[in-house]
């Protein structure tokens, strides 16, 4: 019997593992090949006549565009008017730069302009009442929004999302203290409440399990209605702050001109935080040349004649 159990054993086959091809790869592999610059317009082009088209039709009609303006108007492929196409939509650039993250993560973000308004009114709310947002709000508005900066502290700290949690406690505490408003605490400001709203969106979709459309469609309305209680229905909040101003539109204080605009470019490009590209502007009427961007990269331009009285 025993011998009987050996000559089983002995005939027994193991499963022979299947050994991977050396010339097979997973998809992430495909996408770190290293090949030369012909091959990838080869492999471009064959991805096209296969209909993966990807950004080829948003090319296309950014050229057709192009042309069309150009050929009706005379002064579009000016300087002057390129810089302010870039100066007019670099806000909007700012935030397609961070829905980039979103885009490929394969999520959607359709509430991002909306909660840019709300952390500007925030921001214009807190330097025109001189730091008072409770007699900028109201009572009930005031309480919900120090409840909502509360509930995003708890959730990035759950989440471990600890850049999060600072940022949100940093504007609970300047709404709550009433700090003094400046400039540049007023920007501040806006990015953490910019951050606070990241944190729970953030913490529905990743943590809930909503998807992502769903939950930013809702807010997209939401943050709607926040700017309408904010601002007043067709109201505006007239900011004359020189600094902020001049970061919105230009550089133009004496102690920083092409320096401090390359530095605050490359500063928000990095950051992907809420700002405008910096442009040329003075506060004075030099008479040398001056050092500018984006109206002129490499090259200086002339300042603009003085008006006639």
Known sequence: MSSEEGS???TTETPEQ????PGAISDFGIDTTSMSTGEAVRDYWSRVRGGELGSLPAL???VVLLIVFGSLSDTFFTLGNLANLLQQGASITIIAMGLVFVLLLGEIDLSAGTASGV?????????INGGNLLGGMGDTVFYVFCGWLILAIVLSVLMKIWAGAALSLIALLMAVLGVAPNAWLEMLLAICV???IGCITGYLVARVGIPSFVVTLALFLVWNGVVLQFIGQGGTLGLRDDTIFNVANAVSTRSARGCCSWSQWAATRRSCSAGTSPGCARDSWPSRRHWCWPRSVASPCLPPSRPTR
């Open 8 to 10: 089983m054993t002995n």
């Open 18 to 21: 299947e050994t991977p091809q």
């Open 60 to 62: 296309l009609g950014l």
């Open 119 to 127: 952390t500007a009114s925030v921001m214009a709310l807190h330097l």
């Open 194 to 196: 910019g951050a606070s």
